[in-house]
């Protein structure tokens, strides 16, 4: 199993980006998906879960209203829009998955057990 997460970038505070976490998985409509993040000096952080069906989503307060978990399953595809950045956005961003057809928020990274190599933001003010 695989994780390949795409589309990170530098950009302005205010400014948008996609991020995208591309699954070797064959039956990824199984599997529930998270997004984490991790600054320089800090512990990985939640961010957003969505639930296997696509149909629950989670999100860390500091993200709610900002940020847009996604998938489709038939591309294996999950994506994460981040909008209006905040440079306390920059961060390495993970995603990870786990076999999982309930949708009950799992928000520690001990919840999964497949891990994408991360993608870097970087949000200049």
């Known amino acids: 199993v695989q994780l390949q997460a795409s589309g990170g970038g530098v950009v302005q505070a205010g400014g948008s980006l996609t991020l995208s976490c591309k699954a070797s998985?064959?039956?990824?409509?199984?599997?529930?998906v998270a997004w984490f993040r991790q600054a320089p000096g800090k512990e990985r952080e939640f961010v957003s879960m969505?639930?296997?069906?696509?149909?629950?989503?989670y999100y860390a307060d500091s993200v709610k209203g900002r940020f847009t978990v996604s998938r489709d399953n038939v591309k294996k595809t999950a994506h994460l829009q981040l909008n209006s950045l905040k440079p306390e956005d920059t961060a390495v961003y993970h995603c990870?998955?786990?076999?999982?057809?309930?949708?009950?928020?799992?928000?520690?990274?001990?919840?999964?057990?497949?891990w994408g190599q991360g993608t870097q933001v970087t949000v200049s003010s």
């Open positions: 990870a998955a786990r076999w999982s057809t309930t949708s009950a928020l799992a928000m520690f990274d001990s919840q999964y057990n497949y």
């Open positions: 998985i064959r039956t990824f409509d199984q599997y529930r």
């Open positions: 969505i639930a296997n069906d696509g149909n629950k989503t």
